[in-house]
């Protein structure tokens, strides 16, 4: 987001990280609703063909990009943003609110509805009453709701000449083996079977890679059971049990389906949907609709393990442009 930019439809939602307590501006329902019910939607509208709304590649891009400074989103983001060009057929990457493409000449077409994106930032509060110095100055953070509109939306825009280039098919599978290759995960043979064993810390079991009909499907499952692999204390020691419980397994994988895509995307290949996964579908869907923030939850741990080993490969992270 541009810094200056004032977007209609904005929503402000303030929170604290000691209370939770909430105040709003809008009477719009929240923004983590907003978020939840497009990835519902999307989950639910894909489910039968086992198609989740993270396996999306788009022209311009393999992550939804900002175009107001042509850089990916990242985290819930990209999730949600994926969600809503799946279910509404959109075919372009590139984002903006209404006001980013006015000032590309464009025009949001009248009766087209916009999607949510988050911006988290922080502040600090002064408390004159307190004792002591340290304790006068307080970090909260807080979360505002923006809409914007896919390119499809708009016309008579004029497309700035800076966007990402992409990669030949043989440099994203050579920068795929360079990618794991790095990263330094042991992959053993698995059979027929990809699975991350706890208490084999240094290892994931592949089936071999001729066992897969496109290169793209051997690396997709591989990017998943190298983020289970990242959840080991030593890397980024993901804890889910601590406030899932019983549903810790099934929102482990869904970091997992997430990390994977977050991976992919950054590879520029196409995440292949698995079968398997359909066994979770269920359980997704009961969490994120028992829980608003557990799908934040689950988008944050997936983009940090797909930093961690974007790091370990010594490969730069983007950062989201700030609101």
């Known amino acids: 987001m541009q810094p200056n930019a004032i977007p209609e439809h904005r929503e402000r939602l303030v929170f604290t ?29 894909g489910a039968g ?31 949600v943003l994926w969600a809503q060009s799946q279910t509404k057929g959109y075919g372009s990457a590139l984002w903006g609110t209404y006001q980013q493409w006015q000032s590309l000449g464009g025009q949001v077409r009248r009766g087209e509805h916009g999607s949510p994106v988050v911006y988290w930032g922080a502040y600090e509060s002064k408390d004159t009453s307190a004792d002591e110095p340290d ?10 709701g923006y809409t914007v509109f896919n390119l499809d939306q708009v016309d008579g825009v004029k497309l700035p000449k800076r ?3 992409t990669l030949t098919r043989n440099a994203r599978i050579e920068r795929a ?70 549903a810790a397994y099934a929102m482990e ?15 520029e290949l196409e995440l292949t949907p698995r079968a398997d996964h359909a066994a979770y579908i269920d359980s997704w869907l009961k969490v994120l609709k ?10 944050s741990q997936a983009q940090k393990a797909a930093d961690w080993l974007a790091k370990r490969a010594g490969q730069p992270t983007v950062t989201e442009a700030a609101a």
């Open 177 to 246: 083996e360079s990618f794991f290759g790095a990263v330094g995960v042991e992959i053993r043979d698995g059979g027929n079977r990809a699975f991350y064993r706890p208490d084999v810390p240094a290892a994931v079991w592949m089936p071999g890679f001729d066992q897969f009909p496109e290169a793209s499907q051997y690396y997709s499952v591989l990017a998943h059971e190298t983020t289970h692999w990242t959840s080991y204390e030593s890397r980024c020691d993901r804890q889910l049990g601590k406030r899932f419980g019983d």
């Open 163 to 165: 966007l990402k280039p």
């Open 49 to 79: 063909s086992y198609r989740m709304p993270w396996v999306v590649r788009q022209d311009k891009g393999f992550s939804p990009i900002s175009i107001a400074t042509i850089k990916p989103y990242r985290g819930i983001n990209t999730v």
């Open 135 to 144: 304790e006068r100055n307080s970090r909260h953070l807080f979360c505002k």
């Open 253 to 267: 994988e869904l970091v997992a389906e997430l990390g994977s895509a977050y991976t992919m995307a950054g590879l």
């Open 290 to 299: 028992s829980d608003k923030r557990a799908i934040f939850t689950a988008a």
């Open 17 to 45: 990280m000691s209370t939770n307590e909430r105040t709003t501006t809008s009477e719009k329902r929240d923004v983590y609703q907003r978020v939840t019910d497009a990835i519902v939607n999307a989950i639910e509208n």
